[in-house]
């Protein structure tokens, strides 16, 4: 069956999985992200909290539905050394304030737009995984004189097939039972015996407890599958170096996706990484962060 994915993920379990409170978590990020700062700003009323290392250039990393800025723990410090690189919670999800809004892609697009005044960011270049990678390229095509270079991660943001699985999609992104977290993440990772053990599924499922983001993720279920926001027929506005990276094993977007975009942003760089899935900066950090530095900088990532 036909799946879309939507979500970047809650995870970071195998470097927390040993800090399993709220309030441990934060400091059990912060050390392995070497001069990182744990901080909160105010964006149209609301607490954004964000994590940022290093100096330079300005990178900022966008997670997915259900996930939050820690997804991108193993990044930011290797990406630290050379950019100034911020990992923000976005709204309605992880320690950010959670108003009851009608949330949709144009939402995180205007607190992003917020997120960069009160900042005082110019100018950026975008990474952005799942709906973080949609959210990203719907920001490059409103403000286009404000991102630098796009990065786009399994990337959602295409139209829903007309074949009625939108009911077995909202089951699935938005899972409230032990099973449902298992069958979310079999389907996002492609090491399944690491991914999907019992402690995995624990961690992730009192993670999701805490970060109380049920509410968010429906209502971004419900904007999906009335198909606001969509990317169709709109690529072809993004004119900025752009690296399109993917996990070849990714069941929720698969690869076509990944060539679509490839296909319809001019100049474009495809990478894809064997042997991952959905989330290739948790499953296979290592040549991630590589073909990213490498792309930021301006050489072939490959």
Same mark, same amino acid.
């Given at each position: 069956?036909r799946k879309l994915a939507v979500i970047g993920t809650l995870l970071l379990?195998?470097?927390?999985?040993?800090?399993?409170?709220?309030?441990?978590?934060?400091?059990?990020?912060?050390?392995?992200?070497?001069?990182? @700062?744990?901080?909160?700003?105010?964006?149209?009323?609301?607490?954004?909290?964000?994590?940022?290392?290093?100096?330079?250039?300005?990178?900022?990393?966008?997670?997915?539905?259900?996930?939050?800025?820690?997804?991108?723990?193993?990044?930011?410090?290797?990406?630290?050394?050379?950019?100034?690189?911020?990992?923000?919670?976005?709204?309605?999800?992880?320690?950010?304030?959670?108003?009851?809004?009608?949330?949709?892609?144009?939402? !995180?697009?205007?607190?992003?737009?917020?997120?960069?005044?009160?900042?005082?960011?110019?100018?950026?270049?975008?990474?952005?995984?799942?709906?973080?990678?949609?959210?990203?390229?719907?920001?490059?095509?409103?403000?286009?004189?404000?991102?630098?270079?796009?990065?786009?991660?399994?990337?959602?943001?295409?139209?829903?097939?007309?074949?009625?699985?939108?009911?077995?999609?909202?089951?699935?992104?938005?899972?409230?039972?032990?099973?449902?977290?298992?069958?979310? !993440?079999?389907?996002?990772?492609?090491?399944?015996?690491?991914?999907?053990?019992?402690?995995?599924? @624990?961690?992730?499922?009192?993670?999701?407890?805490?970060?109380?983001?049920?509410?968010?993720?429906?209502?971004?279920?419900?904007?999906?599958?009335?198909?606001?926001?969509?990317?169709?027929?709109? !690529?072809?506005?993004?004119?900025?170096?752009?690296?399109?990276?993917?996990?070849?094993?990714?069941?929720?977007?698969?690869?076509?996706?990944?060539?679509r975009f490839n296909k319809e942003i001019a100049g474009s760089q495809l990478?894809?990484?064997?042997?991952?899935?959905?989330?290739?900066?948790?499953?296979?950090?290592?040549?991630?962060?590589?073909?990213?530095?490498?792309?930021?900088?301006?050489?072939?990532?490959?």
């Open positions: 069956m379990i195998i470097i927390v999985t040993s800090r399993s409170s709220y309030a441990a978590y934060p400091a059990a990020f912060m050390q392995g992200t070497a001069g990182a @700062d744990d901080k909160f700003v105010t964006v149209f009323g609301a607490k954004i909290h964000y994590i940022e290392a290093g100096s330079g250039p300005v990178v900022i990393l966008l997670h997915g539905l259900g996930g939050e800025g820690s997804n991108w723990a193993q990044t930011i410090g290797p990406l630290a050394e050379k950019y100034r690189v911020i990992a923000p919670d976005q709204i309605g999800f992880g320690r950010s304030d959670k108003p009851f809004l009608s949330y949709r892609v144009g939402t !995180l697009v205007d607190f992003l737009d917020g997120f960069y005044k009160e900042m005082k960011i110019e100018r950026a270049s975008l990474v952005g995984n799942s709906l973080g990678g949609w959210t990203a390229a719907a920001f490059t095509l409103a403000h286009p004189e404000k991102v630098d270079r796009l990065v786009l991660v399994d990337a959602a943001g295409f139209a829903l097939p007309k074949d009625g699985s939108d009911v077995s999609i909202r089951s699935l992104l938005n899972p409230s039972t032990r099973e449902g977290f298992r069958q979310l !993440l079999s389907s996002l990772f492609y090491n399944k015996q690491l991914f999907t053990s019992d402690l995995a599924v @624990d961690t992730v499922y009192a993670r999701s407890v805490q970060t109380n983001a049920g509410y968010t993720i429906q209502r971004f279920l419900e904007a999906f599958v009335r198909g606001e926001d969509v990317l169709d027929n709109r !690529l072809s506005g993004i004119k900025q170096p752009t690296l399109i990276i993917w996990g070849r094993e990714d069941q929720l977007t698969p690869l076509a996706g990944g060539e990478l894809v990484i064997d042997k991952c899935g959905h989330v290739p900066q948790i499953e296979r950090a290592g040549e991630f962060n590589s073909a990213l530095i490498k792309f930021l900088g301006g050489a072939d990532p490959r």
